[in-house]
């Protein structure tokens, strides 16, 4: 069509074009400067046919390129550029008089502001029809979707002037709470109030809503989006800074969603401005630092100002990741941080840099994680999650080392796999040195879901949208708890403050969420809608795939609920369970032991079965119905 034809011409011929229509407004500026003053015939001279005009041309297509007024952009023309052809209309008029000047011609003064002010007038003036021709015929092409933009300030102004060159949408209108900004029209698009907002979409037609709000608004955001998804509206949601490419036939690119915005309840707030004190001037460890977790938590204790961080993980990679980021932080404060490659399964390797670095307290975050992963390679997910946990509780406990947390999981209650199990062995093996080891404080934090860590749905999820679907998800009824990396790592730091001993703490995280719902929301957020099933109508599709081996309907954080206690945070309870006898516990390792010796799988699930408390062996993947929780 000729609008798409026009906006995607090569630059080189669009700056062309423009060069060449300004060099024609310097020479009619000139003819007007002449013919206002009566003295058109003057131009029919020699003097100015040889000299003046050629001359003028000449200057006028200098001061062009040298102003770059051929690069100035009809889709984003606005105060600068009006600025930038006022210093050149005054450049040129001054070089104008000069040349007035120098061909001895009368009425230097007159001519000169008769030419700057009609060059100034006529280029803006050009360019503003040209802005009117294209948004006229822009409009008139039948297959571009007419939206709606909520917010008009910073961010949907931004957004409305990307949407001119669009040969997909037209902002009809801004919708906005501000009653200072209704009825304005801004750049040509009317500010509308809320009150009669479902009249005007339906009065015009429109199905999809544009929300531009800042990234700070966020609570106003989020009940825009539930009012208009109310209404039966498309929702897509733009940033601050708007990311938009349109008007070239692509998809516009919108921006990633943050994990906050899907945790469908208010972040919980950790800030307890004494959680510093336990940590500051410390020696503190963390294992499995280069993970999503660990460094998080590396990230918060380096905050608490400790006298020396210990970064110790295997991964050479992930160590180097993170120790590049914080070296230079703590070269800046004085903090020192020694990173150490490593296996928590090395008793050596293990105590030797805790004596060696003289290590106060540990936060053990290393572990195996990935549910069908380790259901097909048990052995090494219970040497590393169960043995390992062991070998560094104990040396930790030979150090009389001052406090010891453990990172676990929701999937240690009741659980249907191997990586909940191990864990639920590892939070055994934790409970049991605590009778051992009156120095030193072991504790251990339950997790529900961490969005954005590695190998959890929102990375996975975003991936899969980005890819144009379809959004997977394993069974329309699984429900998860869920919390943000930053939320988890300082869960871990306030149990290491409050620990009393063999202590397990939960975050109180509300009701847990479906991950269905999940994955329409983070669709939604994403700028997309959803592609249901019998339908043609939508973007992205979520396809069912079945539970995977060992994955349950829902988790719990607590085996029995009567045994909470409170902490002095309000969303922080803190549990005693079911611990096993010392003899118990001996027995347990040597078997374990035993079975990885010996890559015997099924004597290490024999152990499982008869050691972890409510272990339903792939209950859901062969289709039993779990008890429920209550």
Known sequence: MLVQGLTNLPARFVRIILVCTDMTLVICALGLSFTLLGEFSLLLQPVSINVLIPAMAMIGFAGIIGFGLHRIKLVMFGARDVFKISLAALALSFLYAALLLATKLSGVPSKTIIFGGAFFCLSIGVRVLAIATLSFLRAQISD????????????GIQLASALRQSSEMRPVFFFDDNPNLQGMAIGGIPVLGIKQMKKDLTDY??????????????????????????????????????????????????????????LGRDAVDLEVPDIAKSFAGRVVMVTGAGGSIGSELSRQIFNCRPAKIVLFDQSEFNLYQVDFELKELGRAGGIEVVTCLGSVTDPVRVRDVMTTEKVEIVFHAAAYKHVPMIEENELEGASNNVIGTKVVADAAAQNNVERFILVSTDKAV??????GATKRMAELVIQDIQTRSPDTLFSMVRFGNVLGSSGSVLPLFQTQIEAGGPVTVTHA????????ISEAARLVLLAGAYAQGGDVFVLDMGK???IMEIARRLIKLSGRTVKESD???GDIEIKVTGLRPGEKLYEELLLDHDNLCATPHPKILRAEETKLSQSDVAAMLLELNVAIKTANASHMRKIVRERVDGYAEHSLAHGTKMPNPS
């Open 144 to 155: 571009r979707r007419a939206v709606a933009i909520f917010g008009a300030g910073g961010v």
């Open 205 to 262: 037609k429109i199905d999809t809503v544009l929300v531009a709000l800042p990234e700070e608004a966020k609570e106003r955001r989020a009940a825009v989006i539930e009012q208009l998804e109310a209404l039966g509206m498309n929702v897509r949601v733009l940033p601050s800074v708007v990311d938009l490419l349109v008007g070239r036939g692509n998809e516009a690119l919108f921006r990633t969603v943050s994990p906050d915005e899907i």
């Open 414 to 419: 009741r659980p249907t796999n191997i990586m």
């Open 477 to 484: 009824e699984v429900t998860r708890f869920f919390m943000t």
């Open 512 to 514: 847990p969420q479906k």
């Open 535 to 537: 339908s043609d109508v």
